[in-house]
Each structure stands twice: as structure tokens, then as C-alpha cells.
């Protein structure tokens, strides 16, 4: 049994990888390289470069590689950007996801994981956001996150499709340091080069309702998105009943303030954080339950808020990646 893990060389997809081999079940990777780097993936795991959008080529890989089932985690992931980038979006998210299910029924693979996002629920007005939360996305990211969902909906009525969509919260930390999050636009790799940098990390609204005035969010290590990956696989490939959708969220919640602290305390560089003004359209807090996903996908917080620190400034200090 052989997974295809599409976008398997980038920052989530590369752990989702190292959980598989984990358990001992086989992948194959298929990224473009875009945002992935061929060093994420490891020696003994074939790595096919190019793009989902290439029918024929995820075809080819399934039927060469023996695929049985896909986690698709490939995708262009930054919310902000797609709002000047809609088209380029909806191609690689929308687009993209339409291939590979195409490439899947073609070849008669009927099984697949899909990485979705938080996105898909705009701005919730809920405290604890849960599976039946009225989604409302307001980012191109976030609604081809939804129609992706969508897709995989359809095509089980058409052709018995059995699938069930992840959707993230705020991914942080690392679980080895030869992984670490490149991303330009995340919270932890953007206070680790300031303070790397010697700038002072800021605070955007300290004024809000929650305990200590800043933003309230979910932030889940990445190694225990990837075991969860790995439970939503195995449930596909036994054929137990699952949900079609599952929030990996942490249930309560770190706000903005905590983490700059834990920052300085973990680095050893102490800093007092820059205050700015709130951003337009900042809820307050965002926090999800994650009970579904804990019945069926063994998900658990398994990392305390210093862990998901450590591990990315640890991750930070190693060699950083060279692009391919």
C-alpha cells in the first residue's frame, strides 16, 4: 500500500511524510518545488517533481508507484496574497484539486486525505468553533479550501469517492530540525528572523476583549497534524466510518502576548514587543474544538506551548534549506 503525498516536500506535507514511514506505510512524493524543497524529502521516499496541475503526470505516478490512496496537502497556501493573487489561487486550489481527482478516478483510486484550512470560516462569531460552524470564507484562499471540500463531496456521488478534509488552525513548531517553517507570512518564522535580525517583534492591537488585551488563536504543532494525517488514512484504508470534514484545533487557545514571551524566554533574547494598531477585521479570538478529530484521528495536543517554541527555534538555528 502506497500513498501519494501531493505537496510532500513543503513544511506540513514533509512531516506528513515522516509520519507515514512511522507507521511503515510507503509514499511517494509529487511537488513542484515551489514552495518545497527536494532536502525535505527523505532518500528512501521516491520525490516526483512537477506539477498536480499535470493530469498525466499524477496519473503516471499513481500507476507507477502502485497508489491506493492520496493525501493532498499541495496547494498555494498564503490567505493574504491570494486577495492580489485570485486567479493564480483558484488555479493551484480549485484547479489543482480537480486533476488530481481526475488522475485518481482514471487510474481507480478511491481514497483520499485533503488538506483544508480554517480559512473556510471567515471570521467566526462563536468562541469555540466546531464542524457544524457556518463557513464563510473571505479570501480566495479560504473559499477554494471550501470548493476543494466540495469537490471531494461531488465525486462521491459520482463515483463513491470515499475522502475526509482536514482543516488547520495555525501550524507551528517543527518536529525534526532538518524541517523547519520557511514560510514568509507565519507568526513564529517571522518573530524568529526579527529577533535573529536584531528587530524588535510587534504586537498588532493589545485592546481586545480576551484576558490579556492581544489576539486569541489556535496554534497546533505540525507532528501532531502529521500522526492525525496518518489516522485519517488508515481509517480510509480500513473503510471505518468517518466524518467528512474534522477541525484539528486545540480547544483553547494562545493569545498573541503569551507567545512573545515564550519567545524570549526560549531564545534567551529578551525583548519588549513593538505595539501597533489592531489590523482591520481581527476577531478577537479564534479557537476550535478538536473533540471530532480526538474520537476518530487520535488527535491530541501533545505539545505544550514552550515545545512548539523550542522545536521552531531549534529548527531555525539549523542549516536553513537551500531552495531546489
Known sequence: ?????????????????????????????????????????????????????????????????????????????????????????????????????EAMAAEGVDAIVFSSSAATYGT???????????????????????????LLRDQEVAVGLRHTSLRYFNVVGSGTPELPDTSPHNLFPLVLDALVAGRTPRINGVDYETPDGTCVRDYVH????????????????AGRPREPVYNLGSGDGVSVREIMTAMAEVTGIEFTPEIAARRPGDPARIVASGALAARDLDWRMRHTLRDMVASAWE?????????A
Open 222 to 237: 505540525v507532528a501532531d497534524l502529521a500522526l492525525s494525517h496518518v489516522a485519517a488514512a488508515q481509517a480510509l484504508a
Open 124 to 150: 467566526p462569531h462563536t468562541d469555540l468553533v466546531t464542524e457544524t460552524t457556518q463557513t464563510d470564507p473571505q479570501s480566495p484562499y479560504g473559499e477554494s479550501k471550501l470548493i476543494g471540500e466540495w
Open 1 to 101: 500500500m502506497t500513498w501519494l503525498v501531493t505537496g510532500g516536500a513543503g513544511y506540513i506535507g514533509a512531516h506528513v511524510v515522516r509520519a507515514f514511514a512511522e507507521v511503515g506505510l510507503q509514499t511517494v512524493v509529487l511537488d513542484d518545488l515551489s514552495s518545497g524543497f527536494a532536502g525535505f524529502v527523505p532518500r528512501d521516499v521516491p520525490l516526483v517533481t512537477g506539477s498536480i496541475l499535470d493530469t498525466a503526470l499524477v496519473r503516471q505516478t499513481i500507476a507507477e508507484h502502485q497508489v491506493t490512496g492520496v493525501v493532498h496537502v499541495a496547494g498555494f497556501k498564503y490567505a493574504g496574497v491570494s486577495v492580489q493573487r485570485p486567479l493564480h489561487t483558484y488555479q493551484q486550489n480549485v484547479t489543482g484539486t480537480v486533476s488530481v481527482l
Open 315 to 323: 529548527a531555525r538555528q539549523a542549516t536553513s534549506p537551500t531552495p
